[in-house]
């Protein structure tokens, strides 16, 4: 079975800074997804940003960048800039290839506070 | 923008009453998802079903959690009887193929008493 460990519960940025959020995966698989959401206190999950794990090239979305590294089986988040609006819990999130639509399995989150 | 859309937002009820969640998936998605969040156990799937089949229920306490599709626009998830264990926020998500991701309703919270 597939795990996800965010091993930060919490991080703390100023704004207009930048910070890196960790995840790490446990897979046999060679072909899956990952995925950031965020959540704000609105309790919406909103997607952030995805990768194809077939892709070396690391995606972007304007602020937010990962750091994708399939042999170490790492994937983080970098937000740029970061603005008040950031601050949420956000998941790490893996899918597997295999199954067309198969389950999301999260980590445990990190919770991001933006100070002024 | 298609969304997920999920109701009631907020219930509260006592312990032994039926729950009825529900969610119309976004017009075209053929696959649901039911995922349950709580502090302890994070966010965990409970059932998902594709062209309204069940495909993975395991998630799902067997003997009070029922999870039906009716029709395409309707998927129920119902808890008989309820218990303050099953007290959490309750997303119901939809998707496609490949690499498309699940969009997530805004949740139903469901408080126990």
């Known amino acids: 079975a597939q795990t996800v460990t965010q091993s930060q519960p919490e991080m703390s940025v100023q704004e207009a800074e930048t910070v890196t959020l960790s995840c790490t995966y446990d897979?046999?698989?060679?072909?899956?997804?990952l995925f950031w959401y965020k959540q704000p206190p609105s309790r919406q999950m909103i997607l952030v940003i995805r990768?194809?794990?077939?892709?070396?090239q690391n995606a972007t979305e304007n602020r937010f960048s990962v750091n994708f590294q399939k042999a170490a089986k790492s994937f983080s988040l970098k937000i740029s800039d970061s603005q008040l609006g950031d601050a949420a819990m956000y998941f790490c999130a893996y899918r597997s290839a295999l199954n067309t639509a198969s389950k999301l399995t999260f980590g445990t989150g990190t919770r991001l506070q933006v100070t002024l | 923008d298609a969304r997920v859309t999920q109701t009631p937002r907020d219930k509260v009820t006592e312990m032994g009453q039926e729950v009825t969640m529900r969610c119309q998936p976004i017009l075209g998605h053929n696959t649901v998802f039911w995922y349950r969040q709580t502090m302890m156990q994070g966010l965990e799937l409970l059932a998902y079903f594709r062209n309204r089949a069940p495909l993975d229920d395991s998630g799902m306490p067997k003997d009070r959690f029922s999870a039906e599709m009716p029709d395409a626009t309707l998927a129920t998830l119902k808890i008989q009887p309820s218990e303050p264990r099953d007290s959490a926020v309750y997303f119901c998500?939809?998707?496609?193929?490949?690499?498309?991701?699940?969009?997530f309703g805004d949740g139903t919270r469901l408080s126990i008493l």
């Open positions: 998500a939809s998707g496609t193929k490949g690499n498309q991701p699940q969009h």
């Open positions: 897979t046999s698989e060679s072909d899956y997804y």
């Open positions: 990768q194809e794990a077939y892709k070396q």
